[in-house]
């Protein structure tokens, strides 16, 4: 086989990978493999309060964004959206929202958001006894 062919077939196979890997990568941040711009539907949403149930599994959780607390002095600066109850009340739920995701999304999140009602999409962790999504992407947090 000569070298054109083999750098042809190379090539080929690594635009090949890049495209699988682009549409992964898109798909485990629930974002849409075709490179879609619009935020994930929010029509299978669970509870706020039913959230505890789901830990460990990708959902989306809806609530009324009842406290928001922007913490510039943690790691990551992050801005917390505390669902249906407000900090340190344990039967809430909460959004972590870190500075580099919070920069794609409009305006002060504690000014805008609380006593809005929200969805996020993401993986269903647990901190401290209560349920909580850090948001991976600006798209997976929508008002509703």
Do not use: K
Not at 94 to 116: I, K, M, N, Q, S
């Amino acid at each position: 086989m000569d070298q054109r062919r083999v750098r042809t077939i190379v090539g080929v196979a690594l635009g090949v990978l890049l495209v699988i890997g682009f549409g992964a990568s898109r798909l485990l941040a629930g974002l849409p493999a075709d490179g879609g711009g619009g935020p994930p539907p929010c029509d299978e949403a669970i509870a706020w309060d039913d959230a505890g149930a789901v830990v460990g599994r990708s959902a989306a959780v809806v609530g009324p964004v009842a406290d928001a607390t922007f913490a510039p002095d943690v790691g990551g600066e992050p801005t917390f959206l505390n669902l249906g109850a407000a900090h340190p009340d344990p039967e809430r739920f909460d959004v972590v929202v870190y500075a580099d995701v919070r920069d794609g999304l409009a305006g002060p999140l504690e000014e805008r958001l609380v006593g809005r009602t929200v969805c996020v999409r993401g993986e269903v962790r647990e901190r401290e006894g209560v349920p909580q999504i850090v948001l991976d992407h600006p798209s997976l947090l929508t008002e509703q």
